[in-house]
């Protein structure tokens, strides 16, 4: 995942511009930002605190409120 993140922080546009300082960045900041935020918790609930044995990042989807008030 960490290899992840760092790869899509360094993508350029054909004009060598990076993403992240472009318009086109929202996808890009939304999964890296999305990343963070899962190594972060599970360092803390899994690693740290030992209050999880895993951490299940489907859970932290929209999809099943979408689906019902759909």
């Known amino acids: 995942m960490v ?3 760092t790869y899509l922080k360094g ?3 054909s004009n060598g511009q990076l993403i992240t300082d472009s318009l086109r960045k929202t996808g890009v900041l939304g999964f890296v930002v999305s990343a963070s935020s899962a190594l972060c918790l ?3 609930l899994v690693k ?3 209050q999880l044995k895993y951490l299940l ?3 932290f989807s929209q999809d099943h409120l ?3 008030l759909l």
Do not use: H
């Open 42 to 44: 599970f360092d803390k």
């Open 11 to 13: 993508l350029k546009l």
């Open 3 to 5: 290899q992840a993140v």
């Open 66 to 68: 979408e689906l019902f």
């Open 57 to 59: 990042t489907y859970k």
């Open 48 to 50: 740290e605190q030992q």
